[in-house]
């Protein structure tokens, strides 16, 4: 099938990890708002799937196969969005695994080989992608990286002992996690002279697959509900850059 995109002013947007969970709610929300959505995968067929769906509601939505581990995908998925869109508006960079949910040992909570594997997708892939992104940002008006963070990338809240999170322990993932804020505010300075504004979420304790399967029983919040945290910080042409934010309000890194 042949798709054709017209090069409206229309705003843009990209969100990875997208075919199911919060990335998912995440582009419904943003299309429902009467955004066009680059909804990003790393298996095709399932982006084509979740994308077909929004499409039937209504929705501008279309797959862009991304995987954020693979630098060749990254970049023809930036190749691809020049061709058809000329810039892009927001990156929403919410590809994330937790796989120290399903396969830690307690006996070993430095697990290096956890580490690597949680850091090359919320870490090195969130670097990768802004990286070959940023060029189209810089040619909109108003560009928004938003990264999916989590409180347990803050420092703060990890001593904090009222915090819900405080007895969690999983260290690839909460240091990945305060590794991509540390990035969230590099990158905010760096393009402090530009219109891109650069942005940490935390959208919750979410019922999604990422803590494993008895995460949707545990976590009080739906996706929908979640997603809406990353959408007002995503939609908005004005607003703050270098900041950490829940629904509550900001979060201390």
Same mark, same amino acid.
């Given at each position: ?26 582009? #419904? ?20 799937i979740?994308?077909?769906r929004?499409?039937?509601r ?12 693979? @630098?060749?995908?990254?970049?023809? *998925?930036? @190749? ?27 006996? #070993? ?6 580490f ?14 802004? #990286? ?9 008006? /108003? ?8 409180? %347990? ?18 260290p /690839?993932? #909460? ?24 942005n ?16 949707? *029983?545990? /976590?009080?919040?739906? /996706?929908? @509900? ?5 959408v007002? %910080? ?20």
């Open positions: 099938m042949t798709i054709t995109h017209d090069r409206s002013t229309k705003t843009i947007a990209l969100v990875t990890g997208a075919n199911r969970g919060l990335g998912l709610a995440t582009a #419904q929300l943003l299309g429902e708002a009467g955004t066009t959505v680059l909804l990003g995968a790393r298996n095709a067929a399932k982006a084509e979740a994308a077909a929004l499409r039937d209504g929705i501008d939505c279309w797959p862009l196969t991304l995987d954020v581990e693979s @630098e060749l995908s990254i970049a023809a *998925a930036a @190749e691809r969005v020049r061709l058809d869109h000329g810039r892009l508006d927001i990156l929403i960079n919410n590809a994330g695994i937790l796989p120290e949910a399903t396969t830690a040992d307690a006996a #070993q909570p430095l697990d290096l080989d956890l690597r594997r949680t850091f090359d997708t919320n870490v090195f892939g969130v670097a990768a992608v802004s #990286q070959a992104f940023l060029p189209l940002l810089t040619d909109s008006e /108003a560009g928004r990286i938003v990264n999916v963070s989590s409180r %347990m990338g803050s420092l703060a809240d990890q001593l904090d002992p009222s915090s819900p999170y405080a007895g969690m322990v999983v /690839a993932y #909460q240091t990945s996690k305060a590794a991509l804020n540390g990035l969230t505010i590099a990158l905010s300075k760096s393009l402090s002279g530009t219109s891109v504004r650069v940490s979420v935390c959208p919750g304790w979410v019922q999604t697959d990422l803590g494993g399967p008895d995460n949707r *029983a545990a /976590a009080p919040m739906k /996706a929908d @509900e979640a997603a809406r945290t990353v007002d %910080m995503a939609l908005p042409t004005e607003g703050p850059t270098g900041t950490f934010v829940d629904l509550d309000g900001v979060v201390p890194w």
